[in-house]
């Protein structure tokens, strides 16, 4: 394994969707959500009413 291996994309919009949360940033965390790939988004956690 690389010393400096890429990170996942997926652990990018997460993290992205939960830094946006904690700051009440809501159009963030929307247009973070609608910007994952489908089989992402579409877990519960990601899932909002």
Known sequence: MPLLAK???DDG???KVRVALRAH???V?????EAMPQTL????E???C
């Open 7 to 9: 990170p996942r994309l």
């Open 13 to 15: 919009y997460q993290w």
């Open 25 to 27: 940033e809501w159009g």
């Open 29 to 33: 965390r929307r247009k973070t959500i």
């Open 41 to 44: 988004a579409a877990l519960p």
């Open 46 to 48: 990601w899932t909002y």
